[in-house]
């Protein structure tokens, strides 16, 4: 670990959006907007910086002030991180922009919300804290931040229900982040280290450990609203304003996710039991099912969306049994592990784009109609071609039908399937991707239907509605560039030789 | 192999980048809209021919793109997919001018015009590909640009055969991604002619082979109306004339039948799917197929319903002749892509022209019409006698291949069934042209559309004369080098000496 190339460029990554945060603080409503733009085009800009310096050098590594580990704080840049950090970038980037335009056209409330520039900087520092971490500790702490941005980033528009929604939020976060304190607690406490690349090695498996596994991925399952701790998801996720719906989904639960994989495939190799990894994978196809369905029964658009944020996460869980085989049981291809974390990573980024514009989208709609009952998708194809394109295109990500992100994060999932011979996800997998037709299509077919009342129609500006359909085309883009982006993640650590020997030591150790 | 052509590329984009720009173009720029349209289509059938002509010296034009190992994009020129495209390119240029005087002043045909170009190009996909995903890719993507068409009209009626449409198709193509997963887990990638792949794996995983084989057969049928997946193309029969005409005679149902060709030829390979017996259910569901939509053609007033249903019976016997073994029966099947194709786009063609000129729907509104519209419904009465199999009209020689394909593999039944099939089909075809041309109009006939001294418009009535001879030419000059009937012979030919 130590070996590895340093670079700065982590430090400044987490450095350059907490700095420029801080600089908007000192300004007025109009300056803290100007400022928190060109701190979101810098971060992103960074990023892209990042990744190329990992595609060139691999993974680098900063030693915070030259104290080194365990007493200092390393950033660790490797492949994975690289990829999140630049998902985050894009889509944030986009994101930025459309909250520029969102609140200049509603200029009489614009200072109320330019606390949102603020807000969006830090939890993107956090983001990228998060992601450059190689200690539990740092871990929570950017949890912790990015919670807290979060919460008040869903409370922004003050208005009642997302109060309430903000409350229940809070609470959860709370609750998840304790719960995964305590687990790093009970490790600190039987190893006395919290590096990431010495637990893996010097964890030993025993009740203390399975016990603190057993807290950490409950935390994180209620930070990344896995079924069934997901209730606070849909309230929180739809009374937000636009631009803070699209973060929220897109981004903010992706966090714990990231950790979820991160722990354990890094960390608790060891210790991870077929059972418990079909006892996540049913939480994830249960929140597959249940999350569509409830989809479909929601009467207003951005609770559809919501949901279907719930059963979109529950892909993602759906990937931890197929790294783990059955005792005994003979995967069907020397590399049957690759197409379950393929298809994780895909599933987070075509997520992402298609989520994001997904909510800004629902953004335009209300801000033309003042309310998002469906019922205001009515013609809305004749009104406005580019949001009902940007809908359709990223509800077909959504669904998997080809050739989007989702599609081939669900080839790759099925492809998981058939190798780990667990068959008996297969008809969810389908299940799902039929129910999101169903809601996908319900909003579509309004989108064409005529309108039934002569409600007011206030125009939005194009570039709203260009941002909204560029993501959504993101959703698809990211497929071109698959084959490299997978080379690229398996010279990563967690993808390399590393999993697959833990995994595999996991699945066998423990019978 | 080694050699990578951008040309397969070129002949998508050529639909694709003008739909993409009509998409970008205001609604009232009809005059740009047009041009992109013919530019493209010409461009289109331009670019087959000369890929066609390279082909037939010999040369290899495939495209490769890989997204990840195992999982690749590839269009790749075979003969069967040259001809495929060939009748999509053709039927599209022909249709684009038909579409462009249909919708003369409509509503939206920035919209219509660009999915309709990006139907083409999932078409044109579809008959390229070079293998399992890339197909499957362009047919999903066919469902998807087929509905903003169905839906055109925007009416409750509309919205709902789309809610139709997509039930099915989605819910096939669901069924076909499962296959199409286990065919690539099992036997890695397959390129379209590697049938020994799968003739090497029987042995040993011979009921996960079977069982894939009929997920994709069924995720394919509902494409190709086979009963009882074929509710959705009644239905959809709200489009505008174009679409039903195009979409729904070739493009969209013909993916689903060329996907059985593709599947059973060029997949699993005749002998092995012979040998593991898949093909019998095939064999007796496009049988039953074929007198039942013949029955339900019978009853249907609407004109359009019945031009349907007929549709219905009439791609079966693509199935059918795939489902028989035989180099007679082969070349019957691959022929009817093309003769079925080109006859029922001209009976859609001659629905539109009557309902746009005179508003009749129904074919109990039609009396006498055939005085007042010689030319449109002269075409419509060449594509009936087709159907029937009259010879010398296309349609006959469909059948007498098929017909010979059954006898000589001593599937006798098949020949009752076409011969039953004939005698519907001319039960519920004549009764139209006897109406249209025998009997007196109940009303003044009074058009709502004119051109000068034409009976329609120039631009619907051209395309109607042109794929009426063409189905009479396609018949009359069947066994001249180049005709379609020789083409599907030598595709045929090969299957069987390779």
Known sequence: ??????????????????????????????????????????????????????????????????????????????????????????VGVFISLFAWWYFRAQESTNGKFSLFWPLWLFLWAGLNGLFLSNDLFNLFVTIEVIGICAVALAVLSGKTDSLFAGLRYLLAAITGSMAYLFGVALIYGSTGTLDLGLLGQILEPGKTTTF?????????????????????????????????????????????????????????????TYAGGQLIGLAGAVAVIWGSWQAFMQTNLKLIIAHSSVAQLGYLLMIFPLLILAPGVVAGSADWLSPAWTAGVYQVMAHAFAKASFFLSAGIIIMAQGHDHKGSLRDLASRMPMTTMAIGIA??????????????????????????????????????????????????????????????????????????????????LIVFPAENLIQFLESSETFGSGIESIMEGGAYGNN | METTSILPLLILGSSFIPGTLILLLREDQSSQRTFLNIFGAVAKVSLIALVFAGYMRGEDYTFVFSLAPGLNFTLRVDLLGLFFATLSAVLWLITTLYAIGYLEGGRHRRRFFAFFSYCITASTGIALSGDVVTFFIFYEFLTLSTYPLVVHLGTDKAVNAGRTYLWYTIGGGTILFLGVVGLSVIAGPIHFGQTEIIASLISENATQLAILFFLMLAGLAVKAAIFPLHSWLPISMVAPAPVSALLHAVAVVKAGAFGIIRLVYDVYGIETAGYMNLL????????????????????????????????????????????????????????HLVHQGIMKITMFFAAGIVAETYGFYKISEMNGIGRRMPLTMGAFAIAVFGMIGLP????????????????????????????????????????????????????????????????????????VVVTGLLSLAAGVFAAVAGSPLSIAREIAERLYLL
Request: glycine share 10%.
């Open chain 1, 1 to 90: 670990m130590i070996n590895l190339p340093t670079s700065s460029l982590p430090a400044i990554l987490v450095g350059l959006p907490i700095l420029v945060a801080t600089l908007s603080l000192f300004f007025r409503s109009r300056g803290k907007a100007v400022v928190g733009l060109l701190g979101s085009l810098l971060t992103a800009g960074l990023a892209l910086i990042a990744f190329v310096e990992v595609a060139q050098l691999g993974s680098v590594i900063h030693i915070l002030g030259g104290w080194e580990p365990p007493l200092g704080i390393l950033l660790r840049m490797d492949p994975l991180a690289v990829v999140f950090i630049g998902m985050t970038a894009l």
């Open chain 1, 212 to 272: 603190a596994l057993l807290v950490i991925t409950f935390g994180l399952m209620v930070k990344m609203a896995g079924f069934p701790f997901h209730f606070w998801l849909p309230p929180a996720h739809s009374s937000a304003l636009a631009p803070v719906s699209a973060l929220l989904s897109a981004l903010v639960v992706k966090g714990a996710f990231y950790i979820l994989l991160r722990l354990w495939a890094e960390v608790f190799g060891i210790s991870l």
């Open chain 1, 395 to 476: 509800g077909v990500s959504l669904i998997g039908l080809p050739p989007s992100g989702g599609f081939f994060a669900k080839w790759m999932l099925l492809k998981g399937v058939f190798l780990s011979g667990q068959l008996w996800w297969a008809p969810v997998i389908l299940t799902g991707s039929f129910l999101t037709a169903g809601y996908v299509f319900m909003l579509l077919r309004l989108a064409f239907a005529p309108a039934r009342d002569q409600e007011p129609f206030r125009p939005v500006p194009h570039s709203l509605q260009v941002v909204a359909l560029l993501l959504a085309l993101g959703s698809f």
């Open chain 2, 280 to 335: 019998t259910p095939l064999a007796v569901f496009a049988a039953f197929t074929i007198i039942y939509g013949s029955v339900r053609a019978l009853f249907q007033d609407d004109f359009k319903r019945r031009l349907a249903f007929s549709t219905v019976s009439q791609l079966s016997y693509i199935a059918l002749g795939v489902a028989i073994t035989g180099v007679l029966s082969s070349t019957g099947a691959i022929v």
């Open chain 2, 392 to 463: 010398p009209v296309a349609g006959f020689i469909s059948k007498w291949y098929l017909g010979l394909g059954a006898i000589e593999t001593g599937s006798y039944w098949v020949v009752l069934v076409l011969l039953g099939s004939s005698a519907l089909n001319a039960a519920y075809f004549l009764p139209i042209i006897y109406r249209a041309w025998f009997c007196e109009p109940v009303q003044e006939l009074v058009p709502r559309r004119r051109s000068g001294r034409l009976e329609t418009q120039a631009l619907m009535l051209i395309p």
